[in-house]
């Protein structure tokens, strides 16, 4: 079987083509960085046009590269929610027309499932049940997945996604969209030894561990992004020593929270997903964890970690394989979709 999946949930335009038998056949991914930076965050409008322009130049790249035409494809895999609606609607209706002209079925899948299942792109040891820690721009949650589709949410953030107090905080230290990964360079810069500009030692800053005094696996981030205002507004910390703060903070918050899910969950193998799984500190933090248990982790590539079009073929060959056929010609896509309003399927 031979999928190809078209990701447009926000400001990335993914597609990518996977094979049952060989895996991953061909993988093209353009970013929106450009064209929003600008404006400080993602534009819904501008988002949809820029997917309107790419997508068919990248579907001629990856058909190209697998060395195959649409007809030979088994099913169309798209990104049919949560996300930016205009944006989802753009990828639905390109899958949905290219699947009729092509005479196979189109599926659609839901963004965070792809996420969930993205380490598989490279190793396809990982089985069924295992937890999964989601962090991402929009989700941060600890889900127990028992098996495909069969997904139970543990814990999640009550305001601020992770991957969102990272670009908040990092727009508080002045570096820009996206900020995420601007702040884990500058975070790198600072150490326990390094001076700031009053005198005072990085080790002597230490935000708060939102909700890590309380029972329960839910977390919040919005204090944290209010301490380091503070911390900002006081002008006695260097940016580095903020950035390094902010860092630690959210990792013992996220590596503390997933250790209590294990064991709430007994699930024997941990995935870590979503954009800021390639957070170099978060991911130290949690194989440790994890090792330190005897659990083994998992983490997609890094360049998988974000949205892309080959965790949706990925979902979607796994959804074929398990059964789901197309009911109808409808064009799917919505922008709220709870994780746990899916169907399970056999695990495969």
């Given amino acids: 079987m031979r999928v190809l999946g078209i990701e447009t949930s926000c ?9 049952s038998e060989v895996g991953l056949l061909a993988h093209r991914l353009h970013s929106q960085v450009d064209v929003h930076a600008v404006y400080g965050g993602v534009v819904p409008e501008l988002a949809s046009r820029d997917h309107i322009q790419r997508i068919l130049p990248l579907l001629r790249e990856v058909l190209d590269e697998a060395e195959m035409r ?23 209706s390109v899958a949905r027309s290219l699947a009729y002209g092509w005479g196979i079925p189109a599926l659609p899948v839901h963004h965070l499932e792809g996420h969930l299942l993205a380490p598989l792109l490279d190793d396809a040891s990982l089985a069924f049940p295992f937890l999964v820690l989601l962090v991402s721009g929009g989700h941060t949650q600890l889900i127990h997945a028992r098996g495909l589709g069969a997904y139970e949410l543990l814990g999640e953030s009550i305001d601020d996604a992770a991957g969102e107090a990272f670009d908040k905080t990092a727009k508080l230290l ?16 600072a150490d326990a030894e390094s001076v700031t500009k009053s005198g005072a030692s990085f080790g002597g800053l230490r935000l708060p561990r939102p909700m890590l005094d309380r029972p329960g696996l839910d977390m919040s981030f919005s204090g ?5 205002r503070t911390a900002v507004h006081k002008g006695q910390y260097a940016p580095a020593a903020i950035a390094r703060a902010f860092e630690e903070a959210v990792t013992e918050t996220l590596v503390e929270k997933t250790r209590r899910a294990l ?34 982790v998992f983490f997609p590539r890094p360049a998988f970690c974000t949205d892309n079009g080959a965790m949706i073929a990925l979902a979607g060959l796994r959804r074929l394989q398990a059964g789901a056929t197309e009911s109808d010609l409808a064009i799917r896509a919505r922008a709220r979709w709870p994780l746990t309003e899916l169907v399970a399927e056999a695990s495969v």
Avoid at 224 to 228: C, D, E, F, R, Y
Avoid at 268 to 281: D, E, I, Q, S
């Fill in 11 to 19: 400001d990335e335009t993914g597609l990518a083509i996977v094979d």
């Fill in 70 to 92: 649409g007809p030979e494809l088994s099913a169309v895999a798209y990104t049919a929610g949560p996300g930016l609606l205009g944006a989802l609607l753009t990828g639905a």
């Fill in 174 to 189: 002045g570096l820009g969209y996206p900020g995420g990964p601007a702040l884990a360079q500058l975070a790198a810069t």
């Fill in 224 to 228: 944290l992004k209010t301490a380091v």
């Fill in 263 to 296: 064991e709430h969950s007994a699930a024997p193998t941990l995935v870590v997903a979503g954009g800021v799984a390639a957070n170099v500190r978060l991911r130290a933090g949690l194989e440790a964890m994890g090792q330190a248990r005897g659990v083994p």
